[in-house]
């Protein structure tokens, strides 16, 4: 149960992050449609960190796909 807890804070913290980071440096959103698209990123990267998602591919090169937590994801389940 610990390792469970300790892996789920691990995925909300990695979620938060990112969208502190988006959040943070937004230059060149400058229109009403910019910003609210930017306001849609933001939504589903909170939506993903509530579900605790680890099966979203973040990440990708020649040996595979990664998860926000840079773990391998398996495109074919």
Do not use: C, P, W
Not at 7 to 31: C, E, H, M, P, W
Not at 34 to 54: M, P, T, W
């Amino acid at each position: 149960m610990y390792k469970k807890m300790k892996r789920v804070l691990k995925l909300k913290d990695a979620y938060l992050q990112l969208i502190q980071d988006i959040s943070f440096d937004y230059d060149g959103y400058n229109t009403v449609d910019d910003l609210k698209s930017l306001i849609r990123e933001l939504n589903e990267y909170a939506h993903l960190g509530l579900i605790e998602d680890d099966k979203t591919v973040f990440y990708k090169d020649r040996k595979g796909t990664y998860n926000i937590l840079f773990e391998g994801v398996n495109n074919n389940e």
